[in-house]
């Protein structure tokens, strides 16, 4: 379906485009994930300036906090954005009042179940996007109301599950009629156009936004993930059961040590506690954890978030065109 | 009634003996995470003919079962 009113020039130039963005109001199905201490106001709003959808990452963060990401987003554009809440965070009841309060476009929510605030959030019209690794957690989440899903593979960064997106997409897409968003692994146009093959109708991308001008992590952080390879990421914290993939780092090869030796799962806890802030605020590589997906090894350059989102669109867009080369 | 379908799923699951599964048994223990745990509620739905929202935190099997059987309680005095 295409968009005169989107287009400037008269002539109607064909485009990346999905049921996802007239549900949502977008230009380009890209998301851009919401990474906890990484995402923020800024970011987002930067992303969604572009035509995609910026995505506010609540982490750990109390509702405070994210009031005011929300406010500065709010200050710079007025397209659609998101919030992401981490169902494992102490705050998330107090976050989950306040995207409601606020009328924030869009809810996408990580690590768990966000059955209980369902109702609430559907009242005040947010589109809930519920972040599922699993069939069975895409069924539930189908099945309380859930507006569209993103199926996240293991190649992700940040809280991973264990399916990679190959395989997770497809099978998502059997299990509901609801739109479904791939992430995990995408970081250009090519992995975008493979993903709509899969069946999905829009991509997360996290990694890649890394390197934007908007994003304000570390210059250590930034720099990891540029000069990153395709073997420099490690899941840890399989052994408390909440593994999250990161970059190699001292601090990620002695975590990945301890849960593997005879150190108390308490101990382990304390040596993850704060980890993620430090690395984006502090850049240290000896007690950060610098969360990253596979696809840091496709990160080659800085460039404005908004130019990423039309690069992975455009790229996208040529690859779908030329598709049809392999049907003789 | 429960336990004896939810111990069953866990045995089948994890390839071991039903007799194996304790209501103290953690589910960390016995290496199932929370995904693990959604699947297995979507298969004693399907066991029970009914839906169930598992809204709260569970560590052991004793704990899961007894949220199972408040809520077809609820549902009993419900109908």
């Known amino acids: ?328 | 009634m429960v336990f004896e379908i939810v111990a069953e799923l866990i045995a089948e699951r994890n390839d071991c003996d039903v007799s194996e599964i304790k209501p103290e048994s953690k589910f960390s223990e016995l290496g199932i995470d929370s995904l693990d745990t959604v699947e297995m509620m979507m298969s004693l739905e399907e066991r029970l003919g009914r839906e169930i929202e598992l809204d709260r935190k569970v560590e052991t099997v004793g704990e899961f079962v007894a949220y199972v059987e408040e809520q077809l309680a609820k549902a009993e005095e419900n109908a």
Request: proline letters at 4%; one cysteine or more.
């Open chain 1, 1 to 328: 379906m295409w968009h005169t009113s989107r287009n400037s020039s008269p002539k109607l130039k064909k485009m990346l485009n999905s049921k996802i963005c007239e549900l949502l109001g977008i230009k380009y199905p890209i998301f851009q994930g919401g990474m906890a201490w990484v995402a923020d106001g800024k970011l987002a709003a930067a992303v969604s300036e572009g035509g995609g959808l910026g995505i506010i990452g609540a982490g750990n963060a109390p509702a405070e906090q994210v009031k005011e990401q929300i406010e500065i987003a709010r200050s710079i554009t007025s397209k659609p954005f998101g919030v992401n809440i981490m169902l494992m965070s102490p705050y998330a009841d107090e976050v989950a009042e306040l995207v409601a309060r606020e009328r924030v476009a869009v809810v996408t929510t990580g690590a768990g179940n966000p059955s209980k605030y369902m109702a609430m959030w559907k009242s005040v019209g947010i589109k809930v996007i519920p972040v599922v690794a699993s069939v069975a957690m895409a069924k539930l989440m189908t099945r309380a109301g859930a507006d569209a899903l993103v199926a996240e593979g293991g190649e992700a960064g940040g809280h991973v599950g264990e399916l990679s997106t190959m395989v997770l997409v497809p099978l998502v897409c059997d299990a509901t009629h609801l739109p479904v968003i791939a992430a995990g692994g995408i970081a250009d146009g090519r992995a975008a156009a493979a993903a709509f093959m899969l069946g999905a109708c829009g991509v997360q991308v996290g990694t890649r936004f890394l390197s934007a001008y908007e994003c304000s992590i570390h210059r250590n952080y930034k720099d990891r993930v540029l000069r990153a390879g395709d073997l420099d990421t490690i899941v840890t914290g399989k052994r408390l059961g909440h593994p999250v993939r990161s970059l190699k780092s001292p601090f990620s090869r002695a975590y990945f040590k301890a849960e593997y030796s005879g150190v108390s799962d308490e101990e382990l806890d304390r040596m993850g506690t704060g980890a993620f802030r430090i690395a984006v605020q502090e850049g240290d590589i000896e007690r950060g954890c610098f969360l990253a997906g596979q696809s840091a090894a496709l990160v080659k350059k800085e460039q404005p978030a908004a130019e990423i989102v039309r690069e992975i669109a455009e790229e996208a867009e040529r690859i779908l065109m030329e598709a049809q080369k392999w049907v003789k």
